[in-house]
Nanobody, 127 residues
């Protein structure tokens, strides 16, 4: 099982950009499908984006589509979330999570399927 550590959060003005990183330890990272989730104050955790273990397939929540891009570099055991055109409603703690999957193209989108979780990184978007 891999350990996941998020970084890159911070305070940004509306319309700005941030890039989050999810660094993984362990030699099996390339077999993991990885997702980003977020939890805003007083709200339930929600799905943001998913990437297959090969990086060839991605999927986004409607609320972030065309603004956020998920990518991965298996050579350095890292998944990225590029966030552009940020809005105050994007303010949340962002978590990366993942599980080992058998297929290069398989995507996971349900938090209950995730076996490994990071501790989260806070993103605050000011208006």
């Amino acid at each position: 099982q891999v350990q996941l550590v998020e970084s890159g959060g911070g305070l940004v003005q509306a319309g700005g950009s941030l890039r989050l990183s999810c660094a993984a330890s362990g030699r099996t990272f390339s077999r993991y499908a990885i997702d980003w989730f977020r939890q805003a104050p007083g709200k339930e955790r929600e799905f943001v984006a998913a990437i297959s273990r090969s990086g060839g397939n991605t999927y986004y929540a409607d609320s972030v589509k065309d603004r956020f891009t998920i990518s991965r570099d298996n050579a350095i055991n890292t998944v990225f979330l590029q966030m552009n055109s940020l809005k105050p409603e994007d303010t949340a703690v962002y978590y990366c999570a993942g599980s080992e999957v058998l297929s290069n193209s398989y995507l996971l989108r349900n938090e209950y399927d995730m076996k490994s979780w990071g501790k989260g990184t806070l993103v605050t978007v000011s208006s």
